[in-house]
């Protein structure tokens, strides 16, 4: 996707300054690779050094679900507890999406247990991202891709985008 504001954060950005009629300053710290252990380690300390946000959404885990040549779910589960901890109040951390496949969609469910654990251990919201495209035909699916057929398009980053406002409308 070339236009960032066509990304999930985009899209809650363009609908909260609709909804407030106010301005909107977007920083997103995603980094295209990164895994839970680099967000705790390179992503956290840099939030920690700006203001506290008006809202702050993570989602994390896609890489680690599916670019581990073994996955390790306590691993995962401890990093995701880790990030958790270190989030400002009133975060939504988001599911991993769909992976539609084995192995991958089980350890999707494993990394999604232990990111809805860590969110309710710390008080912050789960955004369930997973399970929109779970219904999906497999040629809708697979039309929530962008051409390197693994990161959202779109279309895709609107379900995103719909899980986590829901989260966002409910605090």
């Known amino acids: 996707m070339d236009d960032p504001g066509q990304g999930y954060v985009g899209v809650i950005a363009r609908r909260l300054a609709e909804s407030t009629g106010g301005t909107i300053r977007?920083?997103?710290?995603?980094?295209?690779?990164?895994?839970?252990?680099?967000v705790l380690d390179r992503q956290i300390p840099k939030l920690a050094?700006?203001?506290?946000?008006?809202?702050?959404?993570?989602?994390?885990?896609?890489?680690?679900v599916a670019w581990a040549g073994r996955f390790r779910a306590d691993d995962f589960a401890r990093d995701m507890e880790a990030i958790s901890a270190r989030l400002p109040d009133g975060a939504v951390m988001g599911s991993v999406p769909n992976f539609m496949h084995w192995p991958f969609e089980h350890r999707a469910r494993k990394a999604n247990r232990a990111i809805q654990h860590a969110a309710s251990q710390y008080g912050h919201a789960f955004a369930d991202i997973h399970s929109p495209s779970t219904g999906l035909s497999f040629r809708s699916y697979m039309a929530t891709?962008?051409?390197?057929?693994?990161?959202?398009?779109?279309?895709g980053h609107e379900l995103w985008a719909d899980a986590v406002w829901e989260q966002l409308a409910r605090r």
């Open 145 to 155: 891709f962008a051409g390197d057929g693994f990161h959202p398009n779109e279309r």
């Open 49 to 64: 050094e700006m203001p506290t946000p008006d809202f702050l959404t993570c989602v994390i885990g896609g890489n680690d």
């Open 26 to 38: 977007v920083v997103n710290l995603a980094v295209s690779g990164a895994k839970a252990r680099d």
